[in-house]
């Protein structure tokens, strides 16, 4: 299952590397992406595990840029 979101407000291509990089060693994802210039997250996961995945991926974001909001593209 593929899942598609909004990072609203990312300021620093770094910060979105490092997410990019936890959110991919989270159990059950197959492939994460951010793209700083579109502002998109795209996480590929295992489906029984997704709603967990999604979960620690807005915990991960909040951690990196606390004022990036996660939305449902």
């Known amino acids: 299952m593929k899942k598609r979101f909004i990072l609203e407000g990312i300021e620093c291509a770094n ?5 990019e990089n ?7 994802v197959k492939e994460a ?3 700083f210039m579109t502002q998109k997250l795209v996480i ?6 997704m709603p967990i995945i999604v979960q620690e991926a807005e ?3 909040k951690d990196i840029e606390s004022h990036v909001v996660m939305k449902k593209a």
């Open 59 to 61: 915990k991960i974001v």
């Open 44 to 49: 590929e996961g295992e489906d029984e595990k």
């Open 22 to 28: 936890a959110i991919n060693k989270l159990d059950g």
């Open 33 to 35: 992406t951010v793209n």
């Open 15 to 19: 910060c979105a590397a490092k997410m």
